[in-house]
C-alpha cells in the first residue's frame, strides 16, 4: 500500500465470524481463557472449526501469544501469526493483515483476537507507572516531568486547544457522549444498558483533567473479542453474510508520536486518521456520502469529533453540531464509552452486525460501515461493505 495510491486489497477477504465473551470489570479468570472463549464464539459463529484456521494476529500488548490461543482452541498447524503495535490504533489492522494474508495465499482462515482483563488487572487509565527504556519512552520524558501521566491529561491538551480555536465549550464533547450511551442503553451486551445520559449528566460530571469530565472518559473493561476472515468465495459458503473488506489502512502522520505528538503545528485535528481516511476512500471508491453507519474510536470524546472532519463528514469545528443533528448513525452498540472498552475490536464486530442486519440499534438498510482504530496514536480503518 501506498499513502499515494489506491492499493488492490478492497473486495478479497471478508469478516465471516465475530465471537465475543461478556463484558465485566472482573472476569474472574485469565487473559487467554478470555482469549479461547471468544476465538471458539467466532469460529462457531463462522460455521468453521479451529482446525480450518491457519493463522491468528493480535496486539503487541496483548497477554496471549498466538501459538498458546492456537493450543487452548485446539488449532493444527498455523502459516501465519502476526502482531500489531500502538495499543487501540491496531484493532482495524488486525484485519487488514489477515485480509494481506489471505489474498496473498499465505493463509486461507486467520482469526483476529484481543483479550485483556483491563479493569481487574492492569488499568491503562492509571497511567505510566514504569517504563523499559527505549524511544517511546524517550518521547514520554518530555511530558510526564510536567505531570502529563494518563491518557487523559495527553488529550486534554489537544481538547483544550480544539475548544479554543473554534470557540466551542466542552459542552461540545457531551454530544458524543450522550448519543453513545443512548445506544448502549438499548444494547443487552452493553455495560451501561439501560442507563442513557443527557448532557446535563455530561455537565454535572466531574472533571478528569480539563476540559475532559467523567463522561469523556471511556470505562474500563474485562473481555475478549475475535474476528474470522476469509476469502469472499469462500464466505459466501459460510452461514452469514459476509462483511467484506472494501478497504483497509494503516496511517501515522508527520511529527507522529504515541499520543503525546504535542510538536505539531495544529493540534486541532488527527493527521494519521487523515493518512487512513485518504486511503479508505481512495482504495474504495467512496466517500463520505456513502457511508451508512459509523463506528469510531471513542476513547475521549473530543477524538470523535476529530475523526468525523478529518473523514470529510463536516467541516472543522462542525463536528459537535453534526452528532448532534444525528446525520450519520455513530457508534451503534455504544462504543467504548457506553458497550465495552476492548480496544475497538467490539467496534468492528458491531459494523459487522450492521451489514448482516443483525444489530440491535439496526439501521435499515446498511450497506457500507466505516470503523476506525485508536486515535493519537499510530491507528487504522476499515471500510466494511455488504456483498454484491
Known amino acids: 500500500m501506498s499513502v499515494r495510491g489506491r492499493d488492490s486489497l478492497g473486495g478479497r477477504a471478508a469478516i465471516v465470524g465475530i465471537g465475543a465473551t461478556e463484558f465485566s470489570k472482573d472476569s474472574g479468570r485469565s487473559e487467554l481463557r478470555l482469549a479461547a472463549e471468544a476465538v471458539r464464539a467466532a469460529l462457531a459463529d463462522a460455521g468453521l472449526t479451529p482446525a480450518d484456521v491457519d493463522g491468528l494476529v493480535t496486539f503487541t500488548m496483548d497477554t496471549s501469544p498466538e501459538i498458546t490461543v492456537a493450543q487452548a482452541c485446539g488449532m493444527g498447524e498455523l502459516s501465519f501469526f502476526s502482531r500489531v503495535h500502538y495499543g487501540g490504533g491496531a484493532a482495524c489492522a488486525t484485519v487488514q493483515q489477515a485480509a494481506l ?11 483476529c483476537y484481543r483479550a ?45 486547544r480544539y475548544l479554543h480555536a473554534y470557540g466551542l465549550t466542552p459542552a461540545a464533547f457531551g454530544q458524543v457522549a450522550v448519543v453513545d450511551r443512548e445506544y448502549a442503553a438499548t444494547n443487552p451486551a452493553a455495560y451501561f444498558h439501560g442507563r442513557p445520559i443527557t448532557l446535563a449528566d455530561h455537565a454535572a460530571s466531574r472533571w478528569i483533567v480539563e476540559p475532559l469530565r467523567l463522561l469523556d472518559c471511556c470505562q474500563e473493561t474485562d473481555g475478549g473479542q475475535a474476528l474470522v476472515v476469509t476469502s ?88 459537535a453540531d453534526f452528532v448532534a443533528e444525528r446525520r450519520l448513525p455513530v457508534n451503534t452498540h455504544g462504543g467504548q464509552l457506553g458497550e465495552a472498552y476492548l480496544h475497538g475490536m467490539n467496534g468492528i464486530a458491531e459494523a459487522v452486525r450492521q451489514l448482516r442486519g443483525t444489530a440491535v440499534n439496526r439501521v435499515p438498510g446498511a450497506r457500507r460501515a466505516l470503523v476506525t482504530a485508536g486515535t493519537g496514536v499510530p491507528t487504522s480503518g476499515l471500510v466494511l461493505a455488504a456483498d454484491g
Do not use: K
Not at 453507519?293 to 467541516?315: N, R, S, W
Open 101 to 111: 494474508a489471505v489474498a496473498a495465499g499465505v493463509a486461507e482462515v486467520v482469526v
Open 116 to 160: 485483556f482483563n483491563e479493569r481487574s488487572g492492569r488499568r491503562f487509565g492509571s497511567g505510566v507507572q514504569h517504563r523499559e527504556p527505549s524511544a517511546e519512552g524517550a518521547a514520554l520524558g518530555w511530558a510526564l516531568p510536567f505531570g502529563l501521566l494518563t491518557p487523559a491529561s495527553w488529550v486534554a491538551m489537544a481538547a483544550q
Open 232 to 319: 469472499v468465495e469462500r464466505a459466501r459458503d459460510l452461514p452469514h453474510p459476509p462483511a467484506v473488506v472494501a478497504a483497509a489502512a494503516q496511517g501515522a502522520g508527520r511529527a507522529q508520536e504515541q499520543m503525546t505528538s504535542f510538536y505539531r503545528d495544529d493540534l486541532t485535528g488527527l493527521p494519521e486518521m487523515g493518512v487512513v481516511a485518504r486511503q479508505l476512500w481512495r482504495t474504495s471508491g467512496l466517500g463520505p456520502a456513502d457511508i451508512d453507519v459509523g463506528i469510531l474510536y471513542d476513547h475521549f470524546t473530543p477524538f470523535v469529533l476529530m475523526q468525523l472532519e478529518e473523514f470529510g463528514f463536516c467541516g472543522r469545528g462542525e463536528a
